[in-house]
């Protein structure tokens, strides 16, 4: 097999851990696998030279951002590489630039555009382990450019891809995705299998593990990506297309995000394109609206109610106070004490009454359900905050999520 | 003017530190010049990934050494790049690669073979300061090589000549070259001009301002060096050919090498060819030979006396004894109680008497001269270790260099 691991930070922190990093690439490596290696800078690293660059300006040149950021990432390359020779496994480090990664040139969240994986299929063929150094690569103008934040994830993924690799593992301090956040259910089940679509949805369950850019782009190239501790041999979770998950569970896990609140608007007056305008407006003041529900009153005027991101709820008002002065809205209210439980799973697909459990699951515990929305694999309510962990519990009980 | 700058590691050793450089920098492009400036990495850094290196392994591979030692230099030239932008001053920063810097393959203490100033070049003439990471190139596979101590002065000194550059200017935490040393001689003066050659001669004295690769190479490419201070704005002093400089001095300095050590052959077989087989031999075994005298004794033998550094006196022992087990010598003696003081000025080629007053002034003092050796701009004596101080003293006194 081929396989692409990639090892973040925390993995990297000190030499002892690159050590243990070097030990698991060679076992792979000695199981008869290829392997590339894609590495993040020792943690902390990039955080002190972004303040060395905040010591001398509060707006350094995204240029040299990058050419600043990307040292990290080339240290723990080459000790990685360094590491395994001396235990007698072949290996090269490589830049970005030299593993043939090519952005576009938004420097500090430059987007990859294509890999040329000549070098790296070159060093493999060879017998070598490949080291990448990861969140970075090269724009067109030959600059060396950074990928943003989860950078490293979407080296290993577009390597992976490039490569047609069979496995592309991420290894954190965390084992895998679970069924829930399990410091609010102690009882949530590590996840064995999760199709890409639930790991998007899910996304609040994964935050800490992988952003949805790498799942999206491991979707797109239809990457296996597998996610996993670093810290022990437990097996991780294995991120794939729906195609390849042959027991369809009907909930895969409960996703719970308190950062939302509630904007609604009353007495929105009734003529053609209003609604549009306002989500125009907003759009073009980037705020992120994430549920909408629209509904007319008794006195034939209509009422908006949508969610934002908490950050965004200010730039929200100033948008709706314009809305205010022009009298086209009457009345508005926001609440911050709200959040937003969702149940994910493929296998709702192909069953009715998963959403009408969850409803159900809620009246029991008398929760009132303020909002819903729902799509093909997901059902989604916003309740008061007070109630968030409950109705976790009681739904991920609801599904026998723990069995 | 086109100036080259410049800074090792201790000018940029904390964040205060690159401050100061891009005040200094800022001023000289203020006053109308055009900059380059080439920096090392921050003090003790390059240390700390050596050693990080050799946690894992005591014979890391070159290749990999370059990747991770070249880091260094890249925070070091993106930070005052950010700097000196911050300060309205428009800078870009480039690795060696991209400034053109073409090396042979010998990773760790490659050469440069080449630079291409197109893009240094290109920014200058948008008006930019270019700032370059030193020590480091690309060698012709396109891998990234480092160029051994003093490299960055290197780095420094080729771009100058490779821009033809009006003046090189190398910072460091001294603020000249002096007379002689003046922990020995407090009374020593700041030279302001000296000629490449006798700096060459001086080696000792400006060891820890300049390398001789570095002045060789300046020599080579007709580059003006000048080696100065951060910490002030004191004037430093400039290494430029011997035609710039109009009022000759008869002895710009004394050097003092205490790392000698005098090897003595007595009995040595009177036989075509012998010297040149001990010496052939020596070269061999990476000796190096300093003084050589050879002379006939009383018995028709001839007694050959060297000096050798301290560190190769071992294996120029082991040299001789294969030829004592062969009795193509009789006797062997070693003297590691010596030093070698060294009389420098271009003036000497003009002027006679300079050795005479040299060898006048030791015998007022008493002190034995073991051996003499002498070239165009030189006299140097082999004394006895404990009269060191005492010679340097007197000649620096004798040639009145403190005025």
Chains 1, 2 share one sequence.
Not at 72 to 90: F, Q, Y
Not at 333 to 356: F, L, N, P, Q, R
Request: glycine share 6%.
């Amino acid at each position: 097999m081929l396989i692409v691991q990639k090892f973040g930070g925390t993995s990297v922190g000190d030499l002892e851990r690159i050590q243990n990093v070097a030990n698991r690439v060679s076992e792979t490596r000695k199981a008869g696998n290829e392997v590339v290696v894609v590495v993040s800078a020792m943690s902390g690293e990039t955080n002190k030279l972004v303040a060395y660059a905040e010591h001398f300006s509060s707006n350094p040149q995204k240029t040299e951002l990058d050419m600043l950021l990307s040292s990290g990432e080339r240290v723990t390359a080459s000790l990685l590489a360094i590491a395994l020779n001396e235990m007698g496994c072949k290996a090269v480090s490589m830049t970005g630039r030299k593993a043939g990664i090519i952005t576009d040139n938004l420097h500090t969240k430059a987007r990859i555009e294509e890999i040329n994986p000549i070098a790296m299929r070159n060093a493999l063929n060879e017998g070598q382990i490949v080291v990448v150094a990861g969140f970075q690569g090269v724009s067109a103008e030959g600059n060396v450019t950074t990928l943003g934040r989860g950078g490293s994830d979407l080296s290993a993924v577009a390597i992976a891809g490039a490569l047609q690799a069979d496995l592309c593992e991420i290894y954190t301090d965390v084992s895998g995705i679970f069924t829930t956040d399990p410091r609010i259910e102690p009882k949530a089940k590590k996840l064995n299998r999760i199709s890409y679509d639930e790991m998007l949805e899910l996304a609040s369950l994964g935050a800490k593990v992988l952003q949805n850019r790498s799942v999206e782009l491991a979707k797109k190239l239809n990457v296996n990506l597998v996610t996993r501790t670093s810290f022990s041999h437990e097996e991780g979770t294995l991120i794939t297309k729906e195609e390849n998950i042959m027991e369809k569970p009907l909930v895969s896990g409960i996703a719970l995000d308190k950062n939302q609140a509630r904007v609604s608007l009353r007495g929105v007056k009734d003529r053609p394109g209003i609604a549009s305008e306002i989500f125009n407006k907003l759009a073009n003041n980037n705020v992120n609206i994430d549920m909408i529900i629209q509904n007319v009153g008794h006195d034939g005027s209509t009422n908006i109610d949508f969610t934002v991101p908490k950050s965004d709820l200010n730039d929200a008002k100033n948008v709706v106070h314009a809305f205010l002065d022009s009298c086209d809205i009457k009345e508005e209210s926001y609440d911050e004490d709200i959040c937003k439980v969702s149940i994910v799973g493929v296998g709702m697909k192909s069953h009715t009454g998963v959403a009408a459990k969850a409803f159900s699951t809620m009246a029991a515990e008398n929760i009132n359900i303020h909002m819903i929305s729902t799509s093909e694999i997901k059902v989604s309510m916003v309740i008061a905050e007070k109630y968030a962990e409950l109705a976790v519990r009681s739904l991920h009980n609801a599904y026998r999520l723990d069995k």
